[in-house]
C-alpha cells in the first residue's frame, strides 16, 4: 500500500491552490474589483492558501487583507462548482461568493493591492484574463454565458 501511494503522489500533477471571492453588493448589482500590480487590469480578492489552511479560512483572510472588510469564514458560501481548475496554469481555485454593503470603508494594503472600487456588474472595467474566465463561469462579465456550462 505505501509504494502504491507514494507512485500515485509522484506521478500525479501537482497544482497550486487558491481562494478567490466574488464580494458582491447585498442586491448582486455590483461587484468588488481590484487593480493590482502592475495594475492594467482588474480582478477579484484572491491569494494562495497557507499549508494546511482550510479554504474558506484562506479566502476570507484574502479579503480582510487586500480590502479591509471584516469578512469572516461563515459569512462565505462555496460557488458552483466550488474549484476551478486552470489546467494551463497547474493552479486550483477554490471560489466563494459573499455579500456585503457598498458603503462598508475599504482599507487596502498598498503592498498588494493598488485599488479597490465598486463596479456596476454589466458595466466593468478591463478585467484580467483569469478573472474575466473565471467569473464568466458563474454568469459575469464580458464571458458570461460564452461557456457551456455558465449557469
Do not use: C
Amino acid at each position: 500500500m505505501k509504494v502504491r501511494h507514494r507512485l500515485v503522489r509522484v506521478l500525479s500533477p501537482t497544482y497550486i491552490i487558491g481562494a478567490v471571492t466574488l464580494v458582491l453588493s447585498p442586491d448582486e448589482r455590483q461587484i468588488l474589483l481590484l487593480r493590482q500590480p502592475p495594475g492594467r487590469a482588474w480582478s477579484l480578492p484572491a491569494g494562495l492558501l497557507n499549508r494546511r489552511e482550510k479554504p474558506v479560512v484562506g479566502a476570507a483572510r484574502e479579503v480582510r487583507e487586500e480590502t479591509g472588510l471584516p469578512v469572516q469564514p461563515e459569512q462565505l458560501t462555496p460557488m458552483n462548482p466550488n474549484a476551478v481548475v486552470h489546467y494551463l496554469g497547474g493552479w486550483v481555485d477554490m471560489v466563494f461568493t459573499t455579500r456585503v454593503a457598498t458603503d462598508v470603508p475599504l482599507e487596502i494594503d498598498p503592498a498588494e493591492v493598488i485599488e479597490a472600487r465598486w463596479f456596476d456588474v454589466d458595466a466593468m472595467p478591463k478585467l484580467t484574463r483569469a478573472t474575466a474566465g473565471l467569473i464568466g463561469r458563474y454568469g459575469y462579465g464580458p464571458q458570461a454565458g460564452d461557456r457551456a456550462d455558465a449557469p
